[in-house]
T-cell receptor
Framework: DSGVTQTPKHLITATGQRVTLRCSPRSGDLSVYWYQQSLDQGLQFLIQYYNGEERAKGNILERFSAQQFPDLHSELNLSSLELGDSALYFC???????????FGSGTRLTVV | SQQGEEDPQALSIQEGENATMNCSYKTSINNLQWYRQNSGRGLVHLILIRSNEREKHSGRLRVTLDTSKKSSSLLITASRAADTASYFCATLPNSGYSTLTFGKGTMLLVSP
């Protein structure tokens, strides 16, 4: 157990639907990062939050949004899902920016 | 977009042999990190090397960094079957707020 908790582990949904992925960072870590991993694109950075504030944005689609709550857990919302959104979504946390990241076990999203 | 590119894409060795993976990157970095990912699982942080360091050791792992060539190598000595995994390098750019950019990884297979 890495200390970063992601739920759910697996999600199967239909095109056009909306889903919410949840992440609880390791205790004490203020930064939360979301990454998407697919076979063709590899690991793509989506978005980072630091202590509740959006810090950096990567290749995140407009259909996707995220937030970090006062208790530091974060949610990634994916809407108008397409087949191509099928991927592993990872959350990671770190105590300081630039330090090693601790990854959760991921949410495997399958869009059918 | 990928900052780091690992080489080779796949590596197959016997237990007891050494495994060497290389990573090249494009821009100036603050640090470079190596991660391991077992199939479908979360990434695990292995080692971090700063831009002013040339070599770092951790157990059976040895990492080198050559900033003039923008390259790094990860050596795993006396490989074990349990080392079978994908290995990723990740770079932290040397500019403002930034996040890790991952390469596409090297798949290592260690046969008993």
């Amino acid at each position: 157990d890495s200390g970063v908790t992601q739920t759910p582990k697996h999600l199967i949904t239909a095109t056009g639907q909306r889903v919410t992925l949840r992440c609880s960072p390791r205790s004490g870590d203020l930064s939360v990062y979301w990454y998407q991993q697919s076979l063709d694109q590899g690991l793509q950075f989506l978005i980072q939050y630091y202590n509740g504030e959006e810090r950096a944005k990567g290749n995140i689609l407009e259909r996707f949004s995220a937030q970090q709550f006062p208790d530091l857990h974060s949610e990634l919302n994916l809407s108008s899902l397409e087949l191509g959104d099928s991927a592993l979504y990872f959350c990671a946390s770190s105590v300081l920016e630039g330090h090693g990241y601790t990854f959760g076990s991921g949410t495997r999203l399958t869009v059918v | 977009s990928q900052q780091g590119e690992e080489d080779p894409q796949a590596l197959s060795i016997q237990e007891g042999e050494n495994a060497t993976m290389n990573c090249s990157y494009k821009t100036s970095i603050n640090n470079l990190q190596w991660y391991r990912q077992n199939s479908g699982r979360g990434l695990v942080h292995l080692i971090l090397i700063r831009s002013n360091e040339r070599e770092k050791h951790s157990g059976r792992l040895r990492v080198t960094l050559d900033t003039s060539k923008k390259s790094s190598s990860l050596l795993i000595t006396a490989s074990r079957a349990a080392d079978t995994a994908s290995y990723f390098c990740a770079t932290l750019p040397n500019s403002g707020y930034s996040t890790l950019t991952f390469g596409k990884g090297t798949m290592l297979l260690v046969s008993p």
